[in-house]
């Protein structure tokens, strides 16, 4: 029989806590032909950029871009920033030019299929045209990609997936092992 005592840890009062996103980076991707060529204002690059800097992040200012390879681009661009998250609004329906996750996806190191689900999910509590949405999400080495859909509404439905799961989805990507 062993002498040595088993240390248990005073239980600790404090709420626990991770997730905290302070001082990340994180950029933001329009995807839309017009409002690149100042047809229309983009409107979701705000409530993404308003979304970020309340939960902590310093935003990149949005990138408005033409649908298509410009998209890419423009994602590629960010990425050699390093930043903890990049997201993407518009480009993800079944228009010709609609090809915002055929450009995501070749830059994923990883597929974390359970947010889009979540994502399409939460949509299709609104609206059945949140089904048609190809986005896909996941990870580029640190950094957390995701594809929104082009509406405001779509983008807030997404953005509501991620409150819960954003501050320790990054604390994941950087290696942390918090549960």
């Given at each position: 029989?062993?002498?040595?005592?088993?240390?248990?840890?005073?239980?600790?009062?404090?709420?626990?806590?991770?997730?905290?996103?302070?001082?990340?980076?994180?950029?933001v991707?329009?995807?839309?032909?017009?409002a690149?060529?100042?047809?229309?204002?983009?409107?979701?690059?705000?409530?993404?950029?308003?979304?970020?800097?309340?939960?902590?992040?310093?935003?990149?200012?949005?990138?408005?871009?033409?649908?298509g390879?410009?998209?890419?681009?423009?994602?590629?661009?960010?990425?050699?920033?390093?930043?903890?998250?990049?997201?993407?609004?518009?480009?993800?329906?079944?228009?010709?030019?609609?090809?915002?996750?055929?450009?995501?996806?070749?830059?994923?190191?990883?597929?974390?299929?359970?947010?889009?689900?979540?994502?399409?999910?939460?949509?299709?509590?609104?609206?059945?045209?949140?089904?048609?949405?190809?986005?896909?999400?996941?990870?580029?080495?640190?950094?957390?990609?995701?594809?929104l859909?082009?509406?405001?509404?779509?983008?807030?439905?997404g953005?509501?997936?991620?409150?819960?799961?954003?501050?320790?989805l990054?604390?994941?990507?950087?290696g942390?092992h918090?549960?």
């Amino acid at each position: 029989m062993s002498t040595e005592s088993t240390y248990l840890p005073e239980p600790n009062t404090e709420p626990h806590t991770h997730g905290e996103v302070q001082g990340r980076k994180a950029g933001v991707v329009i995807a839309s032909t017009r409002a690149a060529a100042g047809i229309y204002e983009d409107e979701t690059g705000p409530v993404i950029i308003d979304w970020l800097t309340e939960h902590g992040f310093e935003a990149y200012p949005a990138m408005v871009v033409p649908d298509g390879e410009p998209v890419g681009a423009a994602i590629r661009a960010l990425l050699t920033q390093h930043p903890a998250v990049v997201i993407t609004s518009g480009g993800t329906g079944l228009s010709p030019d609609d090809r915002t996750p055929d450009v995501t996806l070749p830059l994923l190191d990883r597929e974390i299929p359970g947010i889009m689900e979540a994502i399409r999910r939460e949509g299709a509590a609104k609206t059945p045209l949140a089904a048609l949405s190809r986005g896909h999400a996941g990870a580029h080495g640190g950094t957390f990609i995701v594809n929104l859909p082009g509406s405001p509404k779509g983008v807030m439905d997404g953005l509501s997936v991620l409150d819960p799961l954003i501050g320790h989805l990054c604390d994941q990507l950087e290696g942390g092992h918090g549960h």
